[in-house]
Nanobody, 115 residues
Framework: QVQLVESGGGLVQAGGSLRLSCAVSGSIFSLNVMSWYRQVPGKQREMVAQISSGGSTYYADSVKGRFTISRDNPKNTVYLQLNSLKPEDSGVYYC?????????WGRGTQVTVSS
């Protein structure tokens, strides 16, 4: 069974930074496409960043140039570095793993950016 555990969220002032981590177990991590999603109340969960097994990355326009996704395959961990944070970046950030066994989700970590 694939398990994902996010950490690193918190409260930060606008302009600040956070680093989210997602530890994965129960799958061949190096083969998985890993993504970070964000959800705010009343809105659909949206993808903010993705990294392929080969290291190719995708970013939503709203975070391009401010967020960086990376992965450490030996540690089975994916990271999301959040810089120059804005109040509209607030939300619950979820880690997603897509592999041969399908999709798996973590429970999320809250990010709150104060103005």
């Amino acid at each position: 069974q694939v398990q994902l555990v996010e950490s690193g969220g918190g409260l930060v002032q606008a302009g600040g930074s956070l680093r989210l981590s997602c530890a994965v177990s129960g799958s061949i991590f190096s083969l998985n496409v890993m993504s970070w999603y964000r959800q705010v109340p009343g809105k659909q969960r949206e993808m903010v960043a993705q990294i392929s097994s080969g290291g190719s990355t995708y970013y939503a326009d709203s975070v391009k140039g401010r967020f960086t996704i990376s992965r450490d395959n030996p540690k089975n961990t994916v990271y999301l570095q959040l810089n120059s944070l804005k109040p509209e970046d607030s939300g619950v950030y979820y880690c997603n793993s897509r592999g041969v066994t399908g999709d798996a989700w973590g429970r999320g970590t809250q990010v709150t950016v104060s103005s």
